[in-house]
């Protein structure tokens, strides 16, 4: 009896209840959504479920060490981080027209998935350690840190990730002071450099633009994933066709329904009302995860739990645009409910983060 | 260090990073609102039109192409059927290099230069999309080999589909017709009938005769199936499926025995006869000599089959019973006669003397008797055994065009009887007021006199002349010639009857006809112009010879140097009716280029007579005609 409690005292100290509670709801949302998706496929559940699985426990093992341990970890994995992109520019394995794996001995990793942590880590910790002078100078020399890594991972090519890492640390940099002018500047900047990026694009990319601004454009190529995915939303209709009914899911008419366009899928089978529901869960977790960025004791802290909040809700956003079709198709996957282990570890590595950061000691202000 | 942390905790620092917090919450808020917005848009304003396109997607709506209705002579004879078979088809569009794959395909399965020039024909009248068959009727080791083979030939597939087949070709081509594949005209009058959707799937329509004029009884109802179908185009189940309503069968009026007989009795002569019940209008016999091999245009015909028809100096394609006009020559004078008689322009008894010649009164020119020096004292009755023409000559001057025009009108010379099957021509029954509106010109009264043996203007189709003819035998009822007898739904097996339509009665004092009727009688006893044709007939008929003259007819042949004296000869003509106290059938015949009507064309229409009065035509099967279509389609698998 005893000792139950011991165990359930080791295993929950760390861990943030209500946040773990909306993670195992979305979760199981994933599930029930893929069962439908793959055709009531178990074999891919359950390999979803042991995904989920190592993903929970690697965010239990982050929970338990505290930030200062993390923090020391900042600059290593970024470096780390950064030779292997190098490498996989150099050395990488060329699958789908992208260079984005590196083949090490034992298996392949996408360097870019550890990135996605780095970065946030990085930018804090170059941020902490610049605290008090926070001259313009510095947030070029943040600017530098972000830009690097990011490049490379445009070149790969990979536009959705390029995305996702270049804001979660342009977040470090909002929520680090950067001024409003500046801020300005970067958005004038950005729009204005949009031609040189038009000619620095690939063909698709460009082309996944040009779709989205006309999907009946090119309705069997490029423009059929958002055509096909739009028709399964808007046929959902208020209440949906219910699990395991909808047309363009069962009958194959929607692409990628496991992974990328996952969200289609849930919306043709629950129609507004299950999507209502799902926004206000992932606006849940979002609002916890504010709740511990506002409380936390430093600048380290805050900065790298709002940069992993917002990332998050970026790839809500991102995901859920591009499915219904106002955002141009990139690779994001929906956070914990699309199929795949990669970022449901990269995920929960942040929640993790963010659990460690909430319920070790805080130093109080005196 | 802890402690370091804490000295830099600055409550500025912290009120400054509160507010951009607070500024990203702001933003979380608003760019789920956005993403709300296009939720709503989708999922409530667009529901109904993503729901139709959702059901777009997944329901595809396959046509089921009705069996068409088969075709039976009058005692349930067979002259058009279907038969299924497979098919080699090729969509074009599918095809890269057409040439190339048709060579490489001819090393499997036979494809003799015929089939690829019909295949040429085919593919530039059509659209690249449309599977079209280049083989028909595969052998079973054909599908074999060609199955193994099929990995090498994208775009070329086996099907299993119906076929329309005439068993009796040539015999009666010129009445049933034939079905052919719908062009582009026939989908443009398809649309505007509102028909299209009909037609879905179907690949052939009536074109001519029969399968033309009856496509709406013979097409049946079209089928369809829901389906529902995945992104891959496979079917995953049939969601509802209105089965076709095949076509009604027909029966026709037709004797295919009396058709028969009616052919071989014309030997090695072009010509035409259209035999008709005096009763109700029933057309027996409808010969149009040379037929066609109908069934050459079910796939499309041959370039070099179409020339052999289109240019062969026989014409064969040419409808003579329906189309031809030629003057009906001395078949005109019974006519003449009831209008001499019921116009009270001549008594029975009233007799002239022939010299020979006719001339007008004042006017040096003579018009001429077939007969040199003329057949002495002529009354009306003798005036039609010997074919007399200068007792017409003299008639026709008394009666005056008009008169002709209007009496005579009654027997439907000159105007389209009102058949059932398309392309009919109406000929000429000219008046006065005929030559003022097309040549603007006045009527001579010389003009009359050639008129009065039939020649001059008058034309006339061997429809119209069994026509009239037939209003004789019968007392005057002009009955609707008609083809169809019976409609049978294929289904229930239930036929329905055609009824005879009575158009008009002509209005004749019964002794009027009687005297013309009894010198008719006498035509075919010695004496008579067919004479020889009556020896020994077990029955007595009546009839009329007459010849009519090719030079200077309006039938614009294009004659072949070698054979123009041959082509230029006279045709032979005969118009009769038997038994002549209860007629039963009545006729015309036409044999062009033969000589007189006594010696070739009467002789014709005894051997009809007697097939159809004496002959032991094989009892009515009609049994066999309840059998379902489809039933009848398996027969030929």
């Known amino acids: 009896m005893i000792d139950i409690r011991k165990i359930w005292y080791y295993l929950t100290r760390y861990i943030d209840g209500l946040l773990l509670a909306g993670i195992l709801a979305l979760m199981l949302v994933g599930l029930i959504v893929l069962y439908s998706a793959t055709g009531a496929n178990i074999n891919k559940v359950s390999h979803q479920m042991v995904n989920m699985v190592i993903a929970l426990v690697i965010m239990w093992l982050v929970a338990n060490i505290p930030l200062q341990q993390i923090k020391r970890l900042a600059l290593p994995m970024y470096v780390l981080g950064f030779a292997l992109l190098i490498a996989v520019a150099l050395f990488g394995e060329i699958s789908n027209g992208a260079r984005r794996w590196l083949d090490i001995w034992v298996t392949k990793i996408q360097p870019s998935e550890l990135m996605k942590i780095a970065i946030p880590l990085m930018m804090a910790w170059y941020f902490d350690k610049h605290e008090i002078t926070l001259r313009l100078r510095d947030y070029l020399g943040a600017v530098i840190v972000l830009m690097l890594p990011v490049a490379l991972i445009l070149k790969q090519p990979d536009l959705g990730t390029a995305i996702l890492i270049a804001a979660s640390g342009f977040y470090v940099l909002f929520l680090a002071g950067l001024s409003w002018r500046i801020i300005a500047g970067l958005i004038v900047t950005a729009a204005a450099s949009f031609p040189l990026m038009w000619s620095f694009m690939h063909d698709y990319q460009r082309q996944r633009i040009m779709t989205l601004l006309d999907p009946s454009q090119d309705p069997l190529g490029s423009g059929y994933h958002t055509i096909q995915s739009s028709i399964a939303i808007g046929s959902g209709g208020l209440i949906g066709k219910g699990w395991q009914n909808g047309t363009q899911t069962q009958l194959d008419f929607l692409p990628e329904q496991s992974t990328d366009f996952i969200f289609a899928v849930f919306s043709e089978e629950f129609g507004l009302i299950g999507n209502t529901l799902l926004l206000l869960l992932y606006l849940g977790v979002i609002g916890r995860c504010m709740v511990i960025t506002a409380n936390a004791s430093t600048q380290f802290t805050r900065l790298i739990a709002g940069s992993i909040t917002l990332t998050f809700f970026t790839y809500i956003f991102v995901n859920m645009g591009m499915v219904s079709g106002i955002l141009p198709v990139v690779g994001v996957p929906l956070p914990l409910i699309s199929y795949g282990g990669t970022s449901m570890v990269t995920m929960l590595l942040g929640f993790g983060i963010l659990m460690s950061i909430q319920t070790h000691p805080k130093l109080i202000k005196t | ?637």
């Open chain 2, 1 to 637: 260090m802890n402690h370091k942390v804490e000295l830099r905790n600055h409550p500025e620092e912290l009120r400054k990073f509160r507010i951009r917090l607070a500024v990203s919450s702001g933003f979380v808020i608003l760019f789920f609102s956005i993403l709300y917005v296009r939720f709503y848009y989708l999922q409530v304003t667009q529901q109904d039109h993503y729901h139709t396109l959702a059901e777009a997607n997944r329901i595809s709506i396959l046509p089921l192409v009705p069996n068409r209705g088969l075709i039976f002579d009058r005692h349930g004879k067979t002259l058009a059927q279907n038969y299924s078979a497979y098919t080699l088809e090729v969509i074009p569009s599918k095809v890269p290099n057409l040439d190339a794959t048709l060579d490489e395909l001819a090393t499997l399965i036979e494809i003799t230069p015929t089939d690829r020039q019909r295949f040429k024909k085919l593919l530039r009248e059509s659209k690249r999309f449309k599977s079209l068959p280049i083989r028909s009727r595969l052998t079973d080791l054909e599908i074999a080999s060609f199955a193994v083979n099929r990995y090498r030939f994208p775009g070329i597939e086996i099907k299993a589909r119906v076929f329309r087949q005439y068993p009796e070709k040539e015999r009666v081509s010129h009445v049933v017709g034939y079905i052919s594949r719908i062009n582009d005209q026939d989908l443009e009058q398809l649309e505007s009938s509102g028909e299209l959707n009909n037609y879905r799937g179907s690949q052939h329509i009536g074109k001519i005769g029969i399968e033309q004029s009856y496509e709406r009884q013979l097409h049946g109802i079209a089928g369809f199936e829901e389906v529902e179908t995945d992104a891959a185009g496979r079917s995953i189940r049939v969601l509802s499926r209105t089965p076709p309503t095949p076509g009604n069968n027909l029966i026709l009026t037709l004797d295919l025995g009396l058709q028969e007989a009616a052919e071989k009795a014309f030997g090695e002569f072009r010509g035409a006869l259209v035999a008709l019940d005096p009763n109700n209008g029933e057309i027996l016999a409808f010969v149009s000599k040379p037929g066609y091999d109908n069934n050459l245009f079910i796939g499309g015909i041959d370039q070099e089959n179409w020339n052999l028809l289109n240019h062969s100096i026989d014409r064969p394609l040419n409808n003579r019973a329906l189309r031809g006009v030629y003057p009906p020559g001395s078949t005109f004078k019974p006519f003449m006669a009831l209008a001499a008689l019921e116009l009270g322009k001549r008594t029975p008894e009233y007799t002239m003397s022939d010299p020979g010649f006719f001339s007008l009164p004042g006017v040096d020119r003579r018009y001429r008797d077939w007969k040199p020096g003329g057949h002495g004292r002529v009354n009306l009755h003798r005036s039609l055994v010997v074919s007399c023409d200068t007792y017409y000559y003299s008639l026709a001057n008394d009666l005056g065009i008009d008169n002709i025009h209007n009496f005579i009108g009654q027997f439907g010379l000159g105007k389209k009887t009102g058949i059932d099957i398309e392309g009919e021509v109406s000929g000429l029954l000219p008046s006065a007021a005929w030559k003022m509106k097309q040549y603007k010109q006045k009527w001579y009264a010389g003009d009359t006199i050639s008129v009065a043996i039939g020649q001059g203007y008058n034309l006339t189709t061997p429809l119209q002349l069994a026509f009239a003819t037939m209003i004789i035998a019968n007392n005057g009822k002009a009955y609707l010639p008609h083809l169809v007898k019976q409609v049978q739904n294929s289904k229930t097996g239930n036929t329905e009857e055609v009824p005879a339509k009575l158009l008009y009665q002509v209005n004749m004092k019964p002794s009027h006809l009687e005297i013309v009727k009894n010198a008719l009688v006498d035509v075919t006893r010695p004496g008579g112009t067919a004479a020889k044709a009556g020896i020994n007939a077990g029955y007595s008929f009546a009839g009329k010879t007459g010849t009519s003259q090719v030079i200077g007819i309006k039938q614009g042949e294009r004659y072949n140097e070698k054979s123009i004296n041959e082509r230029h000869r006279d045709h032979a003509m005969f118009i009769a009716y038997a038994p002549a106290d209860d007629p039963k059938i009545a006729l015309a015949v036409l044999v062009e280029n033969s000589g007189t009507g006594g010696s070739t064309a009467a002789p014709i229409a005894r051997k009809v007579f007697d097939y159809y009065l004496l002959g032991q035509h094989p009892e009515p099967t009609i049994a066999q005609l309840s059998e379902p279509a489809d039933e009848h389609q398996h027969d030929h698998l």
